[in-house]
């Protein structure tokens, strides 16, 4: 600037009045270039700015469903363990309690009451679609599976928690009733023709249809499916990139 100011000083002593007309213009217009610059610098900051915040979040959002992931799989495989046991003593009916086999028939009663819920960490999620962190995820089909998720999420815990409410409300009582505790079906003072009765056979096919609502069956997974590639879509579009 002060090389600038001298040349400005000399050509205004010198006269040469239209040459530092286009001298000024020319200097106008490199400190139009040096703003853009200036300008196109900064905004190239504040992206890669962005770009580090997003990756960090995204790395919290990938390890926060695999973990998810993991969690769904267990309960899943005592969903699974529960309705095989349930399955397993429909097809033992109609029951006849002089030749039943009481020790393996109490380890599939005690499988059919598996009772698991799905109950993902959300933390990570919530803090993205609730702030304007949310702004910082570049990939538009990620932006929809994250803002999908709580709806997906709430589909599926519909079927547990009617399960949930079957087994605890109906189910439970019944074979409490029925049931001791630490005798088992082998305590003495039980009259086992209960496992006779179609009270009890409606309960245990209640029973493995909430599951197989859960589950789904014949190939369909429903809101299993749903949510299972939900997270498997996420945890893809969250995986750290190789650089």
Known sequence: MKVFRQIRVRMLKENRTTRYLLYAIG????VVIGILIALQVSTWNQERQARNKEKVLLQELHEEFKANKAQLE????????????????????PIKVDSLDLDSFQVKSKGMGYRYTFNPSQGIINSLVNTSSFELISDPELRKLLVS???????????????????????????IKHFAFFGGLQDPR???????S????????LRH??????????????ELGVIQETIDRIIA???????
């Open 27 to 30: 200097e106008i217009f490199l």
């Open 74 to 93: 267990e309960v899943i495989s005592f969903h699974r363990k529960a309705m095989m046991s349930a399955k397993a003593i429909i097809a033992e009916f």
């Open 149 to 175: 998720w709580n709806d997906v999420l709430a589909d599926y815990q519909e079927e547990e928690k009617i399960a949930s409410q079957v087994l605890i409300g109906t189910i439970t009582p019944y074979m």
């Open 190 to 196: 039980i009259d086992l023709s209960f496992l006779e």
């Open 198 to 205: 179609t009270e009890y056979e409606n309960l245990v096919i």
């Open 209 to 222: 249809m909430n599951l197989k609502d859960i589950l789904g069956t014949d190939g369909v997974n429903g």
């Open 237 to 243: 579009l969250s995986a750290p990139m190789e650089e």
